[in-house]
């Protein structure tokens, strides 16, 4: 990739890191709420939950 | 616009965004691979720009996105306001992020393909000023949302912020046309068509259409994750 690669390279790598760490991050959040919400027997949506409540 | 209403319900959300993301998923996947082996594979390298051109692939999909990022915040934002639509702010808590990321991509991508092309990696050029300036409103969007201790008034104070930053988008988009910039001016969103050869267009489009799947899933999973929040705050306020 001539003498430039290492600003091709470079360019990758900084959108890998970024969007790839806002992946993993949006990913373990979304996760990290569902357990809190499975802890308060909250996991389902409320409708689900007053259908099987009746 | 029957189906936007039908989403407005926050837990309807929640379950066609479950429904829709096993597939959207393994579409964006695809389709970042594809786009990847033509940007570093496939493409021929321009006859001006030589290889940094692969560059582009990136930087202008990402540009992009954080302008189309922050249109949906502005239309959030007057939604939130004028319909107190119940989802909108979620959307834009979710979204906010994920435009900013794009946005930082957008400025060290085109950074390092300044340095060997303009044999510097900043000026302070209209577009690149106000591309910056977008990466800030995006800060001051994820700051204000977050500033107050009702997430009503935050809400709210961000979609003001969101409207008035609306501002800032023709201002980038005609940036090179209104002022003498070293970047250059528009050659794919334009009158009379895209200027670039089909080589250099394919990939540049094969890489656009998986970072906007992307940016869509991403916000589909922040906002089921914004739903959450919500509902855990909800609970605790209520036990």
Known sequence: MSNHAVFILSAYLACLVILGGLTIASLSARNKARRALAERGLERPREQRAKASR | MADLHFLANPARFRRFSQRVMPSLSFATGLALLVGLYFALVQSPPDYQQGETVRIMFVHVPSAWLSMAGYALLAVLGASLLVWRHPLAALV???????????????????????????????????????????????????????????????DRAAAILALIGAINLPIIKFSVDWWNTLHQPASV???????????????????????LLLFILLVLVRTETEIDRRRLEIADQSA
Request: charged share 10%; with cysteine.
């Open chain 2, 92 to 154: 834009a808590r979710a979204a906010a992020p994920v435009g900013a990321c794009f946005a930082l991509v957008c400025l060290i991508t085109g950074s390092l393909w300044g340095r060997p092309m303009w044999g510097t990696y900043w000026v302070w050029d209209a577009r690149l000023t106000s591309m910056l300036l977008l990466f800030f409103l995006y800060l001051g969007h994820i700051a204000l949302s977050r500033a107050y201790d009702d997430p009503d008034r935050g």
């Open chain 2, 189 to 211: 969103m334009k009158l009379g068509g895209p200027s670039i050869h089909p080589a250099i267009l394919t990939p540049l489009l094969w890489m656009a259409g998986s970072f």
